[in-house]
């Protein structure tokens, strides 16, 4: 659910490079959604399906207003944990001095294996045998308006998603796209530069279009190298002895409601876990 912002000659142009929007189809997260939409967090974007939600004014808006009730630390690499007694160290600079009662890693499969490795090697396999598909993602701005009518284009070459960013609902700026390249492709081009990508998305969204684009007054390209879980079905991860868990997609299905689950489920153990006191 990742945003980012490209300066532009036409003005600022902010970009869904992630996920571009999620359905509510379990009860639980369904209510939060509502919750969310009360608030214009969240808003309908029917052009991509009749059920489709997005974040306002981008999708990362609804993680700014989940952290805005918490105390939360932003750019900071935590290289591993370390046990203390009962208690838990992260391994990061200028906070190796915390301790916490209680850790969960909230990563990949492939990022979480090797943390869970060295704590926990039973729940270390679940991550060990998950796997992610990557994703090239182009995020292109342009001085005018691309000739693609519908603004969508889904599953064609090797494109797996490309939309016209603001077009969505809540959105202005420049005319800009998000193009999303096939995870069969993305495999068998994960170690190219960026600079090499470009020219491939650019190229794909052209022959959608039915004519050469001009070229982007703005881009970035990033990879997601782990873009893509299957979902193993085991919900989430907890060692109450421990307090050591593992929440996300990868533990569920390849959705935003299933991260949101996945996280809700940890918790509800997280909390029955707890002493009467801390409760």
Not at 43 to 72: F, K, S
Not at 78 to 87: A, D, E, I, Q, Y
Not at 255 to 271: F, H, N, P, T
Request: aromatic residues 8%; proline residues 5%.
């Amino acid at each position: 659910m990742s945003s980012r912002r490209l300066e532009t000659p036409l003005g600022a142009a902010v970009f869904d490079f992630g996920a571009q929007y999620f359905i509510a189809r379990d009860k639980a997260f369904a209510a939060q959604v509502q919750a969310w939409e009360a608030k214009g967090v969240v808003t309908r974007w029917p052009a991509a399906r009749p059920n489709a939600y997005i974040g306002t004014p981008t999708m990362n808006a609804i993680l700014r207003y989940a952290t805005q009730q918490h105390d939360v630390t932003f750019s900071t690499l935590v290289k591993g944990l370390k046990r203390h007694g009962r208690h838990w160290q992260l391994m990061c600079e200028g906070h190796d001095q915390v301790l916490f009662d209680s850790v969960v890693l909230a990563l990949p499969a492939e990022q979480t294996a090797p943390i869970l490795t060295l704590h926990d090697f039973e729940l270390a396999q679940a991550a060990l045998f998950a796997r992610s598909q990557p994703c090239w993602t182009g995020m292109f701005a342009f001085a005018e308006r691309l000739a693609h009518d519908k603004g969508i284009i889904r599953d064609s070459g090797i494109i797996a998603w490309a939309a016209r960013d603001n077009a969505k609902p809540g959105r202005s700026g420049p005319e800009r796209w998000v193009v999303q390249a096939a995870p069969q492709w993305s495999t068998s081009h994960l170690e190219h530069t960026t600079d090499s990508i470009a020219p491939h998305l650019l190229k794909a969204l052209s022959a959608e279009i039915g004519a050469s684009v001009a070229a982007p007054i703005a881009q970035s390209i990033h990879r997601w190298r782990y873009g893509l879980s299957a979902g193993t079905g085991l919900g989430c991860l907890w060692n109450p002895g421990l307090r050591l868990g593992a929440c996300g997609d990868w533990l569920l299905g390849p959705s935003m409601e299933c991260a949101w689950l996945s996280g809700k489920r940890l918790a509800e153990r997280i909390v029955a876990a707890a002493p009467i006191a801390a409760q």
